[in-house]
């Protein structure tokens, strides 16, 4: 088991830029593939970013590629999501999640997810 705590959101403005951390207990962190997704309200849950440490591979969803980055730091255990050029079409509720599995980007797929974190880009 995994448990997961997400921080780092805010208001920001238009161009901005934040980090949003997720700080993972329980079992050995490199061991799960991470994502971040972001929810607004009546939409359904969307990837945004994914990484698969043992395989070393990272991705994006279209519409933040370029911007955002997930990287992770396996001595504190925690997943980030640098987010830079930062637009309004990126508000939401932004979760980190975590798999033993091999996701292509479907919240199914994940079996651990954290409380989410509130970002609001206002333009």
């Known amino acids: 088991q995994v448990q997961l705590v997400e921080s780092g959101g805010r208001l920001v403005q238009a161009g901005g830029s934040l980090r949003l951390s997720c700080a993972a207990s329980?079992?050995?962190?490199?061991?799960?593939?991470m994502g971040w997704f972001r929810q607004t309200p009546g939409k359904e849950r969307e990837f945004v970013a994914g990484?698969?440490?043992?395989?070393?591979?990272?991705s994006y969803a279209a519409s933040v590629k370029g911007r955002f980055t997930i990287s992770g730091d396996n001595a504190k255990n925690t997943v980030y999501l640098q987010m830079n050029s930062l637009k309004p079409g990126d508000t939401g509720v932004y979760y980190c999640a975590a798999t033993l599995g091999r996701p292509i980007g479907l919240p199914r797929e994940y079996d651990y997810w954290g409380q989410g974190t509130q970002v609001t880009v206002s333009s």
């Open positions: 990484t698969n440490w043992s395989a070393g591979t990272r």
């Open positions: 329980g079992r050995t962190f490199s061991d799960y593939a």
